[in-house]
């Protein structure tokens, strides 16, 4: 069959003389196959026509699609706070495969507007189970612990940067039961912290983060450290905070820096 060819000078022609179609309504004497055979081709072109919007429409979806994720990478540079969260050491116990734990409350208020978090390890009343408190501002942070205030000279940036969270990437969405029976979507993330990331003067092999669906706040982040060749040590370091909310409440927390940390300053 030629009709293959037949189509491609018929298509050729129908960009000529496309506007041909009404003059043919007007003419009485007709080559009806002529007529047949110019409908039918008007209406290849509508078809391809709103082929080509439809295409471009999808095609514009996919496009905007990755956008709307907005975040191939962890998010972390947000105002968010939870006055009880937990951190909990995991270690090997040089058996295969069994741990020991050790978890403490934790406080965690961090303000992205304001570059400055408060941090706290041990949450209980009276100070009672309190290892430190970190105060990080723009330009510095104090850690404040019962021995006294040590100030460091880097902020904000670094203080975010040196617990591992720089492009770690977006694995999945994910359901994750945060407290007994509830549970939430997140956003999952892992990655390998930068090499100079040492967390408990280890660097971790792995880093993952959990955030709400729309990167607004985090609801956990942890550390895998590498196996030794005795199986003891470390093995993983997680910050959990069921109850993290986005945007910051009581800012007087940073009232609370001791006097002895203005004196070094
Ligand atoms: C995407 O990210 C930009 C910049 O970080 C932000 O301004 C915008 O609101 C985000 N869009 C969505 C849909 O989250
Ligand atoms: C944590 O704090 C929030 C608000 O401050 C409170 O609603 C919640 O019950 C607390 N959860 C636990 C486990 O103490
Ligand atoms: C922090 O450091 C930057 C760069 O050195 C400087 O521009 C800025 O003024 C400092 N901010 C404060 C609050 O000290
Ligand atoms: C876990 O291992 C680390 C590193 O070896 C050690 O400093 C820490 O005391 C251990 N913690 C527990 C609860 O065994």
């Known amino acids: 069959m030629s009709s293959v060819s037949e189509k491609d000078h018929e298509v050729l022609d129908s960009f000529d003389y496309g506007d041909d ?3 043919i309504d007007r003419s009485e004497i007709v080559d009806w196959s002529t007529i047949i055979i110019k409908i039918f081709l008007g209406l290849l072109f509508i078809g391809f026509a709103s082929g080509c919007i439809i295409y471009s429409v999808i095609t514009s979806e996919e496009y905007t699609h990755p956008a709307s994720t907005n975040s191939s990478f962890f998010v972390f540079d947000v105002s968010q706070h939870c ?3 937990t951190l909990t050491w995991t ?3 040089g058996s295969f495969n069994d741990y ?3 978890t403490t409350g934790i406080s965690w208020l961090q303000d992205s507007q304001r570059k400055r978090i408060y941090h706290r390890i041990g949450i209980a009343k009276d100070n009672k189970d309190w290892k430190i408190t970190h105060y990080v501002f723009v330009n510095h942070t104090f850690f404040v612990d019962r021995n006294g205030c040590n100030k ?3 902020g904000y940036d670094e203080y975010l ?3 591992g969270f720089q492009k770690i990437r977006m694995q999945r969405e994910e359901y994750f039961t945060i407290e007994e029976g509830e549970s939430v979507k997140v956003n999952y993330f892992e990655g390998e912290p ?5 967390i408990e003067g280890i660097h971790p092999n792995l880093v993952r983060a959990f955030t709400s669906p729309d990167n607004k706040f985090t609801y956990a982040w942890e550390y895998i450290f590498p196996q030794t060749a005795e199986s003891t ?3 993983r370091k997680d910050y959990w905070y069921p109850e993290m909310k986005p945007g910051v409440d009581d800012e007087g927390v940073f009232e609370e820096l001791p006097s002895s940390c203005y004196k070094q300053s």
């Not at 930068?194 to 040492?198: G, N």
């Open 233 to 235: 040590g470390l093995f």
């Open 152 to 154: 460091i000279d880097y």
């Open 91 to 93: 270690n090997r116990t």
């Open 21 to 23: 179609v009404s003059i």
């Open 83 to 85: 006055d009880n969260g």
């Open 161 to 163: 940067r040196r617990l």
């Open 100 to 102: 020991d734990r050790v």
């Open 194 to 198: 930068s090499l100079d990331i040492q």
